[in-house]
């Protein structure tokens, strides 16, 4: 048996209180409004938020299916999410894989560039108006292109890529293979823990998107289903019968709009934390 301390022992006590508390404050409310979203019209009214369920029914789940708005509105940020984490995912790795080679020309003056935009931003209106000239108002572009890529998420693929061995790459382009090749080939394959955890980080971004959409999206048609979500919140707030009536679909809208990021990380979390720490090891 392994010897611990007194001290220790406190410290690991209160370390697990802690986190078992704080486990609670995060599961608590979204088992609540699971557990709403499947309660009957009468009992919500009667308790608000349901924490223990009392009479299970899927009615709410079926009533956000056949409102076409909302359907629509799921499987639209669903294509939105996997275009927009493709279109990122291609574009921070390939930057990161050059900034990554000590044979880059002028490489610490981009490295300077990107870390500069950590501090300086925009604006709002600047950012309005690149967009506007580009002609991608009212254009899934537009949540997409401008918000390809994060500083954040280039420095850790870029940290990662600089921790694999000078000598990989050598024997790879003694070999003949060119800087795509080694990229595909050689690179991805063993960057898998890091790939997986911005994979994560930028569904997350686009999934949860608002601001943007709000922006630069003004046809009703076209928003997302965070859009719809805040819309159906809003309305909800004023008039209290109204609100009591419209609890449960409201809650059956949240627990869809958590879904695809409650389904997706079970298998990339394996890599998440392990990626991070490659990824933040060297810089």
Known sequence: MIYTSVPRRIFLFFNYLFM???????VIPMWMVFITSLSTN??????????????????????????????????RSIWITLAATTVSMVATTTMAYSLAQKALI?????????LLTLIIDGGIIPFY?????LRMINTYWSLIIPTAMTTFNLILMRNFFRSIPDSLYESARLDGANELR???????????????????????IHWNRYFE???FINRTSMFTIQVLLRQLIFHSEGDGAYAILVNNFKMAVMVMAMLPILLVY???????????????IKG
Do not use: H
């Open 42 to 75: 009468e009992v919500a009214a009667r308790e608000g938020f349901v924490l223990i369920p009392k009479g299970l029914v899927l009615s709410n789940y079926i009533s956000v299916l056949s409102t076409g708005g909302y359907l629509n509105s799921f499987i």
């Open 266 to 280: 079970p298998f990339i979390q394996k890599y998440f934390i392990s990626g991070l720490m490659l990824g933040s």
């Open 106 to 114: 002028w490489r610490k003056f981009f490295i300077n560039l990107v």
């Open 182 to 204: 080694i990229l595909v080939s050689i690179i991805l394959p063993v960057s898998i823990p890091i790939m997986a955890a911005i994979t994560l980080f930028y569904m997350v």
């Open 129 to 133: 108006m690149v967009v506007r000239s």
């Open 20 to 26: 078992s508390l704080l486990c609670l404050v995060i």
């Open 213 to 215: 959409v709000v922006m």
